[in-house]
């Protein structure tokens, strides 16, 4: 089971990686284009709204009950009745999400000035925060249609193709920066409107990109739609508590939006920066696993095969750990001069370098709660239990508000991120603990072990790779690109130098695995 979680992990990984490296790219883009001041704070915000609703309902929700469902038709029903629930499942999207958009247009104007903070008296940032939010909106059924499309080849075991596709939306908006932004003034539009058309382009491109995989499995649409179907009822159950029961990652993100507006111009634009370059981690570690884990998990449950579920559970989360631990301490270690290398060229400068470091290194303990959630939340789902990820979630959220609302007076937009990353470590944590009891442990021992020795092995990661940065920035002083990248990679190679042989002197067995699939994957054996 290790083997092949690591192997469907690998693919996923590698896939991920693509789309993360091209969102690092997207965000090069968008900082050298418009920097960290009012106009990104703007179409931050703006996004923040359709982002939460995908968040919220297609992306955590959806996953969590549609794949078990999926997984259990085909299963035990065949793959023409499987394709019959997905394609219920796709109508229903499209008519609930297409409702959420048509009130969303609506309500744009009322949820921007409830998000404006320290912009409430700018009508003019009030005014384009709408209309970006408008115009992205229709993001939502998009996205949620991708992310259906991408459980079900998940379920069949099909990951890379699926794994790839959110690379088009960062695809799109790189184009859109480049193409767009530069036309918009000649039709007498703002600039940063490209990029909320990219956003749009980019949702549909995930669609365009799976459709072919899934076509050729068998899939074929047909114009169904019942609310009353037992599958239908089944998911849309789970995905009414389910929605919550995802939803402390995103909420957590929106009161950090509403109480960074109140610190002035930037931090709202900071906090993103580092919000997503943390998630880069998550995306090709934690979500990879998770996914590869899910329709194992889902099959192992529907036949309330409790010892395989937790050597699921066991399995994913020290690969988890064994990948996440290291990125979290390299991102503490070299938190400034990533950003430098990666987001500081024209209008986003030194100054901003700075706040948006300080936000990563306080980000950067989540990647824990976030990875743990992404495996353990869908456990629940697919044992048919969603009211124990809603409480869990709830409580985080509350914390987070609890615990932001004191650290922003004490840290200032700092403090934010450090209460989102606390309060998603306590929500793996509650959540992990629950599930230990329902399915009777999952080799604690085993997980505790691998979790100490990989701690003990990225600490003298870090500090091996921060003392060579600080070596290099009087050795190899320059504010030229190369000189940066020379800089940071040679670093992070004495980073990973220390890291291999610790893991080898400590005996970490899982790392040793993760790094045989990923030396097999590029052919080096």
Same mark, same amino acid.
């Given at each position: 089971?290790?083997?092949?979680?690591?192997?469907?992990?690998?693919?996923?990984?590698?896939?991920?990686?693509?789309?993360?490296?091209?969102?690092?790219?997207?965000?090069?883009?968008?900082?050298?284009?418009?920097?960290?001041?009012?106009?990104?704070?703007?179409?931050?915000?703006?996004?923040?709204?359709?982002?939460?609703?995908?968040?919220?309902?297609?992306?955590?929700?959806?996953?969590?009950?549609?794949?078990?469902?999926?997984?259990?038709?085909?299963? !035990?029903?065949?793959?023409?009745?499987?394709?019959?629930?997905?394609?219920?499942?796709?109508?229903?999207?499209?008519?609930?999400?297409?409702?959420?958009?048509?009130?969303?247009?609506?309500?744009?104007?009322?949820?921007?000035?409830?998000?404006?903070?320290?912009?409430?008296?700018?009508?003019?940032?009030?005014?384009?925060?709408?209309?970006?939010?408008?115009?992205?909106?229709?993001?939502?059924?998009?996205?949620?249609?991708?992310?259906?499309?991408?459980?079900?080849?998940?379920?069949?075991?099909?990951?890379?193709?699926?794994?790839?596709?959110?690379?088009?939306?960062?695809?799109?908006?790189?184009?859109?920066?480049?193409?767009?932004?530069?036309?918009?003034?000649?039709?007498?539009?703002?600039?940063?409107?490209?990029?909320?058309?990219?956003?749009?382009?980019?949702? &549909?491109?995930?669609?365009?990109?799976?459709?072919?995989?899934?076509?050729?499995?068998?899939?074929?649409?047909?114009?169904?739609?019942?609310?009353?179907?037992?599958?239908?009822?089944?998911?849309?159950?789970?995905?009414?508590?389910?929605?919550?029961?995802?939803?402390?990652?995103?909420?957590?993100?929106?009161?950090?939006?509403?109480?960074?507006?109140?610190?002035?111009?930037?931090?709202?634009?900071?906090?993103?920066?580092?919000?997503?370059?943390?998630?880069?981690?998550?995306?090709?570690?934690?979500?990879?696993?998770?996914?590869?884990?899910?329709?194992?998990?889902?099959? !192992?449950?529907?036949?309330?095969?409790?010892?395989?579920?937790?050597?699921?559970?066991?399995?994913?989360?020290?690969?988890?750990?064994?990948?996440?631990?290291?990125?979290?301490?390299? &991102?503490?270690?070299?938190?400034?001069?990533?950003?430098?290398?990666?987001?500081?060229?024209?209008?986003?400068?030194?100054?901003?370098?700075?706040?948006?470091?300080?936000?990563?290194?306080?980000?950067?303990?989540?990647?824990?709660?976030?990875?743990?959630?992404?495996?353990?939340?869908?456990?629940?789902?697919?044992?048919?239990?969603?009211?124990?990820?809603?409480?869990?979630?709830?409580?985080?959220?509350?914390?987070?508000?609890?615990?932001?609302?004191?650290?922003?007076?004490?840290?200032?937009?700092?403090?934010?991120?450090?209460?989102?990353?606390?309060?998603?470590?306590?929500?793996?944590?509650?959540?992990?603990?629950?599930?230990?009891?329902?399915?009777?442990?999952?080799?604690?021992?085993?997980?505790?072990?691998?979790?100490?020795?990989?701690?003990?092995?990225?600490?003298?990661?870090?500090?091996?790779?921060?003392?060579?940065?600080?070596?290099? !920035?009087?050795?190899?002083?320059?504010?030229?690109?190369?000189?940066?990248?020379?800089?940071?990679?040679?670093?992070?190679?004495?980073?990973?130098?220390?890291?291999?042989?610790?893991?080898?002197?400590?005996?970490?067995?899982?790392?040793?695995?993760?790094?045989?699939?990923?030396?097999?994957?590029?052919?080096?054996?």
């Amino acid at each position: 089971m290790s083997s092949k979680l690591a192997r469907s992990a690998g693919v996923i990984g590698i896939a991920t990686m693509t789309s993360r490296v091209l969102g690092i790219a997207r965000e090069t883009v968008l900082a050298a284009m418009f920097g960290a001041g009012a106009t990104m704070d703007a179409f931050n915000v703006a996004f923040r709204v359709p982002n939460l609703l995908r968040d919220l309902f297609a992306e955590g929700a959806m996953t969590a009950a549609f794949v078990p469902t999926f997984t259990r038709a085909l299963h !035990q029903r065949g793959k023409a009745e499987a394709w019959r629930v997905g394609n219920l499942v796709l109508n229903a999207l499209l008519l609930v999400t297409g409702a959420l958009v048509v009130i969303g247009i609506f309500l744009a104007g009322p949820v921007t000035r409830r998000l404006a903070g320290a912009y409430e008296g700018d009508q003019e940032w009030l005014t384009l925060t709408a209309t970006l939010t408008r115009i992205m909106l229709p993001f939502l059924p998009a996205i949620a249609i991708a992310v259906a499309m991408m459980g079900m080849l998940n379920s069949l075991r099909r990951f890379f193709i699926p794994a790839l596709s959110p690379a088009m939306f960062n695809v799109a908006t790189i184009g859109c920066a480049i193409a767009a932004v530069p036309l918009m003034p000649r039709l007498g539009l703002h600039p940063v409107i490209g990029l909320a058309i990219g956003t749009l382009l980019g949702g &549909l491109g995930q669609i365009l990109l799976q459709w072919p995989s899934l076509r050729k499995e068998g899939f074929r649409y047909q114009p169904i739609l019942s609310f009353r179907d037992p599958d239908v009822k089944e998911i849309l159950r789970l995905m009414g508590p389910g929605t919550l029961g995802v939803a402390a990652a995103p909420i957590n993100v929106l009161v950090n939006t509403y109480l960074a507006t109140s610190q002035g111009v930037g931090p709202v634009s900071w906090l993103t920066y580092a919000f997503r370059l943390m998630y880069l981690p998550i995306g090709i570690f934690g979500v990879s696993v998770a996914t590869a884990a899910l329709p194992e998990m889902s099959r !192992q449950a529907g036949e309330n095969d409790l010892a395989g579920m937790r050597r699921s559970v066991s399995t994913a989360l020290r690969l988890m750990l064994v990948l996440n631990v290291p990125a979290t301490v390299g &991102l503490m270690a070299l938190s400034q001069p990533i950003v430098e290398l990666l987001l500081e060229y024209r209008k986003f400068t030194d100054r901003d370098t700075v706040a948006t470091a300080a936000a990563l290194m306080f980000y950067a303990p989540g990647l824990l709660g976030y990875s743990a959630v992404k495996i353990i939340s869908p456990a629940f789902y697919a044992m048919k239990d969603s009211r124990t990820p809603v409480t869990i979630s709830l409580l985080a959220v509350a914390t987070n508000l609890g615990l932001n609302l004191f650290l922003v007076r004490v840290l200032g937009y700092r403090g934010l991120a450090l209460g989102t990353a606390i309060a998603a470590i306590m929500n793996g944590f509650m959540l992990l603990w629950v599930l230990r009891g329902r399915i009777h442990g999952f080799e604690g021992t085993r997980v505790l072990t691998t979790f100490m020795k990989i701690t003990l092995a990225s600490l003298l990661m870090g500090i091996a790779a921060y003392m060579t940065s600080s070596w290099l !920035q009087t050795a190899l002083p320059g504010d030229a690109p190369v000189m940066r990248a020379v800089r940071v990679f040679t670093a992070i190679g004495a980073g990973i130098v220390v890291l291999l042989s610790a893991s080898r002197l400590l005996r970490i067995e899982e790392f040793d695995d993760a790094m045989t699939r990923v030396r097999d994957r590029f052919g080096a054996r």
